[in-house]
Nanobody, 127 residues
Framework: HVQLVESGGGSVQTGGSLRLSCAAS????????MGWFRQAPGKAREGVAA???????WYGDSVKGRFTIFVDTGKTNLTLRMSGLDPDDSAMYYC?????????????????????WGQGTQVTVSS
């Protein structure tokens, strides 16, 4: 089993930046794909970014060029660097993990394919 704990959320103004972190523990060797998802009230959970053991990265269309995902070598700390934030980015952000990412963006950023989830950290962007 894998435990994931997010941190780093908060409130910023439009155009601001935040960095989210996710601490992973437990059976780290069983995971090769980690990602970030977000969910705003009344909306479906949306894939934001993912990274695999080979440092291949995938991004949702709405965050490309603004968000960057990276993970340390030991896969114990996943980070999402966010810049150019907009009120539409306001949501609960979740860290997730699974064994393999696969290769297609259409499947990599599908939340149902992930086995482990954190509790989430709130990001609020005000205009």
């Amino acid at each position: 089993h894998v435990q994931l704990v997010e941190s780093g959320g908060g409130s910023v103004q439009t155009g601001g930046s935040l960095r989210l972190s996710c601490a992973a523990s437990g059976d780290i060797a069983s995971i090769g794909c980690m990602g970030w998802f977000r969910q705003a009230p009344g909306k479906a959970r949306e894939g934001v970014a993912a990274i695999d053991a080979y440092s291949r990265r995938w991004y949702g269309d709405s965050v490309k060029g603004r968000f960057t995902i990276f993970v340390d070598t030991g896969k114990t700390n996943l980070t999402l660097r966010m810049s150019g934030l907009d009120p539409d980015d306001s949501a609960m952000y979740y860290c997730a993990a699974r064994k393999y990412c696969g290769g297609e963006t259409s499947s990599v950023l599908v939340s149902s394919r992930y086995d482990y989830w954190g509790q989430g950290t709130q990001v609020t962007v005000s205009s």
